[in-house]
């Protein structure tokens, strides 16, 4: 009885087809493990809409890159970086990745934020919402001009970044 599946018989398979296969299902993987974490992404965006709009303040480190954090109600952590040249991003880790399965545990912090002296600039979020076709759009205030900011949601880069009437209306 066979089973159809034969071992190599020639050394070249050993040494070209297999490697060769290995290598190419690599971006595939890769593909795969990005959808997967970009559909984290979007479900924290959505969960914790309502819990971002506590002003950011952040350190600036010795690569000019000021990072900062806000914590949720649930837990998750929204972590924002500004990089050299305005260039921005969003990133959220979840409570679980902590290994807490309760999110009671986050209940006595609210809505802290991790802040530090040293912080370029003062931002306040005066609204934010998320459109079903994957995009969080956010209008911050920073020293008094107003941004709309619009993240793509799957990994938190955002795309543009363009300066709007501050008076208005959000949506």
């Given amino acids: 009885m066979s089973s159809g ?17 290995a290598v190419a299902l690599i971006p595939i993987v890769n593909d795969y493990l990005r959808s997967r974490d970009g559909n984290s992404q ?29 914590i949720c109600k649930s837990g998750d952590v929204l972590v924002r970086f500004i990089a050299p040249g305005d260039k921005r991003a969003y990133r959220w880790v979840p409570v679980e990745l ?12 609210g809505n802290a934020n991790a802040q530090a002296p040293g912080a370029r600039q003062h931002e306040e979020t005066v609204c934010q919402w998320a459109r079903p076709d994957g995009w969080v759009i956010r209008r911050v205030k920073v020293e008094g001009s107003c941004f709309e900011e619009h993240i793509w949601a799957a990994t938190g880069e955002v795309r543009r970044r363009q300066r709007v009437d501050c008076r208005a209306p959000c949506r």
């Fill in 5 to 21: 599946f034969q071992w190599p018989s020639k050394w070249w398979q050993w040494l070209l087809v297999y490697p060769g296969l």
């Fill in 42 to 70: 979007v479900a924290l965006w959505t969960k914790n809409i309502s819990c971002i709009e506590a002003p950011f303040a952040g350190v600036l480190n010795e690569f000019n890159v000021q990072t900062s954090a806000t």
């Fill in 98 to 109: 902590f290994g807490l399965r309760s999110v009671s545990t986050f209940s006595l912090i």
